[in-house]
């Protein structure tokens, strides 16, 4: 099976249905289906084709699910870029991916003259369950991120399980506001939404001084959040929370770990436990709470079907059709990353209770996830030692009660803190930029001369 089997439960059985709301604006699956087959001969006319790479530098907008139902149509390769990236990060991925094109917001008024040429038909290429759909960075434990080749079946089997286990359905009304960049709201999002045809309103983004107004003005039954983002919930009064919590059907957690007591403070407020799962780029969705059973605070819930689990060293692998199909021209890392008989290393510390519960310790590297965006520290190392007088550098997590963790540097050499913070903000996204820039004699370092992290982070506190 491929992904176009299942977007046609709604591109064309439900074509007269109401889809997407965007910018004001309502459209139906069959108006979403036209638009991406107009874009989808608009890039064909520019030459792309089936195998080629095309790289959005864009934030959510309905042109994004245009062009990747185009690319989906023509089996050109949807890159995602992070929108917080700066040149730096963006040059690695275009110089890696190798892109044919390569669209920003600048460039969309060009290519949807051209689409409004073209025809509404599809256009017709060979796919299957291997074909690549999409390569999705990702850091890896180096400081250069990868990309992880995600196929097709990847994505059906997730909104599948997803969508199944979940109870997504037409009835549904789906409030988007993650970023469509990431596997979270493409690979979860954007797919049940189409398994399911349920009607979603897409956000340009979670911002937290107006998401209650689209809470309350749109009424949504369903909605997928990282645990910032229910931590900016709650800041809502308990006379609206209670409003928005008699319409939902289900409030879903991922990224990051969920604090038990926000867990136990969004239950008081909203009168719903959020339901938690865990996943990752390389693998889609691995396990979830139930929707019907226990949803058991401070575990990722169960494995989904198909996915079998085993824990090694203390490591959580996994291997099923949700798993990727390796790194983008990285042979050598795409080895490291499996056993010989085909488990991925999931990098992610675990311990499995009687009764298949999952509850996830820690991680293997020193990855730090913020806000549920994730920094590897070797990058913003990299950066900083490049700097006039920084002779040794490490970059640890704080602990902080909005974003989960953020970066802090630490540093030896004779440096201006004011300086590297100016250099941080240029060339790295926003959420990489460490909250301080602190002066140490020495890093701590093992006999083997691994840097200590675990003790400058408790210096941090
Ligand atoms: C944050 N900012 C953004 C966005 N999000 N800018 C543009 N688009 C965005 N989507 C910027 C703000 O402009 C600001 O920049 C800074 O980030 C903090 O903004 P603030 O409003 O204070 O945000 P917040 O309340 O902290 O909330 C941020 C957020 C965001 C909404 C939680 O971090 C977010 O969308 N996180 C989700 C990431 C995600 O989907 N991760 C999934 C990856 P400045 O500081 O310059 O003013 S993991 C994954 O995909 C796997 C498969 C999985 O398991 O899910
Ligand atoms: P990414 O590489 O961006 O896809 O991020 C995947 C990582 O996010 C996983 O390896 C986990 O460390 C983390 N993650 C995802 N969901 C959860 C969760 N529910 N609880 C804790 N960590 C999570």
């Known amino acids: 099976m491929h992904l176009l089997h299942l977007f046609d439960l709604s591109l064309v059985a439900r074509a007269d249905e109401p889809a997407l709301e965007w910018a004001g604006a309502t459209y139906t699956f069959g108006e979403l289906e036209a638009r991406s087959n107009r874009v989808a001969h608009a890039l064909a006319a520019?030459?792309?084709?089936?195998?080629?790479?095309?790289?959005?530098?864009?934030?959510?907008?309905?042109?994004?699910?245009?062009?990747?139902?185009?690319?989906?149509?023509?089996?050109?390769?949807f890159v995602p870029i992070n929108i917080l990236y700066r040149e730096r990060e963006i040059a690695h991925i275009t110089g890696d991916a190798e892109p044919r094109a390569t669209f920003t917001a600048d460039e969309l008024p060009a290519l949807y003259a051209e689409a409004e040429r073209q025809s509404t038909t599809r256009p017709s290429t060979p796919l299957d369950r291997d074909t690549p759909a999409a390569i999705v960075y990702t850091s890896g434990t180096t400081g250069a991120s990868k990309g992880a080749i995600l196929t097709h079946g990847n994505f059906v089997v997730n909104a599948v399980n997803l969508t199944t286990l979940w109870q997504i359905t037409a009835r549904d009304r789906f409030l988007l506001a993650l970023p469509l960049f990431h596997i979270h709201a493409l690979g979860n999002g954007l797919h049940t939404w189409l398994a399911s045809g349920c009607r979603m309103r897409l956000l340009e983004r979670f911002d937290h001084r107006i998401a209650i107004d689209e809470f309350l003005?749109?009424?949504?039954?369903?909605?997928?959040?990282?645990?910032?983002?229910?931590?900016?919930?709650?800041?809502?009064?308990?006379?609206?929370?209670?409003?928005?919590?008699?319409?939902?059907?289900?409030?879903?957690?991922?990224?990051?770990?969920?604090?038990?007591?926000?867990?136990?403070?969004?239950?008081?407020?909203?009168?719903?436990?959020?339901?938690?799962?865990?996943?990752?780029?390389?693998?889609?969705?691995?396990?979830?709470?139930?929707?019907?059973?226990?949803?058991?605070?401070?575990?990722?819930?169960?494995?989904?079907?198909?996915?079998?689990?085993?824990?090694?060293?203390?490591?959580l692998l996994v291997r099923g059709p949700n798993v990727f199909a390796g790194y983008w021209r990285r042979p050598e890392a795409t080895a490291a990353a499996f056993t010989s008989d085909g488990f991925f290393r999931t990098g992610d510390l675990a311990t499995v209770s009687s009764d298949g519960y999952v509850t996830l310790l820690g991680r293997r590297s020193d990855l730090i996830i913020s806000g549920g965006f994730n920094i590897?520290?070797?990058?913003?190392?990299?950066?900083?030692?490049?700097?006039?007088?920084?002779?040794?550098?490490?970059v640890c997590a704080r602990p902080d009660a909005l974003r989960g963790e953020v970066p802090a540097a630490y540093l030896v050499g004779d440096f201006d803190p004011d300086a590297l913070e100016r250099v941080c903000r240029e060339q790295l996204a926003s959420f990489k930029v460490p909250r301080a820039f602190v002066r140490v004699d020495a890093i701590p370092r093992t006999a083997l001369g691994k840097v200590q992290k675990h003790l400058l982070a408790a210096d941090a506190k």
Do not use: W
């Not at 959020?274 to 691995?286: A, D, H, P, S, V």
């Open 376 to 394: 590897y520290p070797r990058e913003i190392e990299e950066l900083l030692l490049e700097q006039a007088g920084v002779r040794e550098a490490a």
């Open 46 to 77: 520019r030459g792309l084709v089936a195998g080629d790479r095309l790289c959005v530098y864009l934030a959510n907008r309905i042109e994004l699910i245009d062009l990747y139902l185009a690319c989906v149509k023509l089996g050109v390769l």
């Open 217 to 315: 003005d749109f009424a949504p039954t369903l909605f997928f959040g990282v645990p910032t983002v229910y931590v900016r919930l709650l800041e809502t009064t308990p006379e609206v929370a209670r409003t928005i919590g008699a319409r939902m059907r289900l409030f879903v957690s991922g990224s990051a770990p969920l604090p038990a007591q926000t867990l136990e403070d969004f239950r008081a407020r909203f009168g719903h436990t959020i339901l938690e799962r865990y996943g990752m780029t390389e693998t889609f969705m691995n396990c979830s709470n139930p929707y019907a059973g226990e949803r058991r605070a401070g575990t990722v819930g169960v494995p989904l079907p198909g996915v079998a689990t085993r824990i090694e060293d203390g490591e």
